[in-house]
């Protein structure tokens, strides 16, 4: 069976850390890019990091620039979310996001929330 399984979200006051992780099953995360996506309450769904396949490149939103590092464990086939210096306007649920043979495949979305 084909699946994201995202985990580690939770309850972080602001400048704290959390890691999120984004599990593979049925197919090889290295051999495709992967995102993490968010959405905020009352907004839309956007993008926030991108590793691609193979190589590795990453990309990052502006807002999260500096804060957060997106990387890949081959032999776990994981990706993760380093999340940093978080900040209140982080809170969201955090999505992962890849393709596999022209199909999209989201995971359930883990929960963040930054606040005092």
Known sequence: ???LVESGGGLVQPGGSLRLSCV???FTLSSTGTSWYRQRP???RELVATITSYGGSTNYADSVKGRFT???DNAEN???LQM????PDDTAVY?????NWGYNYWGQGTQVTVSS
């Open 70 to 72: 997106i990387s890949r």
């Open 24 to 26: 593979a099953s049925g």
């Open 78 to 80: 994981t990706v993760y």
């Open 1 to 3: 069976q084909v699946q």
């Open 84 to 87: 940093n210096l978080l900040k």
């Open 42 to 44: 009352g907004k839309a």
């Open 95 to 99: 999505y992962c996001f890849a393709t």
